[in-house]
């Protein structure tokens, strides 16, 4: 029966005015596409690796994978948490902005590139886990655990030690919950202020060009198992489309891989290349 449109047809009679058609809402929800490209998985054993692969094309609503089952198995996600550790540093007061300064406690952290006194940005850029350490602690375990209840990153766990948990306690985060968590910062969906989203997307931005941008951050951890690698990030481009939503994770048991540092980037960007995302020449 439609007796909202009856109604109002009868007041609008009785008021002399003409009447009004009432539309109804548009509900019509989008269904997400998938593609498997398993194709590309000899990559991954060309450098002597296994590995998997998510990339969620928010404009599409289209998800790609490589190896699908591997989507929702979580691992430590290593240096990958340090985009994370960066918005809840600005957030809480842990760090000012991307220059904020941290004092190096003179302990040799195995690169000579990351011991020295280094800002929120150099960080990122140079992978020093002490850093985001030194956040964790100055921010505090609560604090910590807050942000990660509330953003729902991963499985949220931080024992095993809160200032270390993302790469030998008990964190743990999937290749699916990766893509979902940067789509959300790429879309400026995640429970932060506007201007600490701003500066930790400023502070990933490892390619500018004037037809893309690509965003990214690496990460390695060492368990019982061997090695786990991530190159987490998106992609925007200047076209209209995507952001390009993606989650590289590598692994081998073998701890002194002559591949295993590079492969972890390079492989996503060729992955990317073949797919369209980004350019072949650049």
Known sequence: ??????????????????PTEVEAPNTTVSTPTTELRDDLGSLYEDAQLTGSFVMHDLGRDHWLFIDGAQAD???????????????????????????????????DHGR??????????????LSAYWVHRDIARRAGADVLKHWLDTVGYGNADTTGGYDRAWVVGGLRITPREQVEFLGRLARNELPFAQRNMDIVKDITLQEDTLGYRLHGKTGWAIDSTGSIGWFVGWVEKNDGTGPFVFANRCSTPDTLSATFATARRAIAIEILERTGVLPTAR
């Open 1 to 18: 029966m439609r007796t909202a449109p009856l109604l109002l047809l009868l007041a609008a009679c009785a008021s002399g005015s003409a």
């Open 73 to 107: 198995v979580a691992t430590l996600p290593a240096s990958s948490f340090k985009i994370f550790s960066s918005l809840y540093a600005l957030e809480s007061g842990a760090a000012q902005d991307a220059d904020e300064h941290f004092t190096w406690d003179g302990s």
């Open 112 to 125: 000579a590139s990351v011991n020295k006194d280094l800002t929120l940005r150099e960080s990122v850029e």
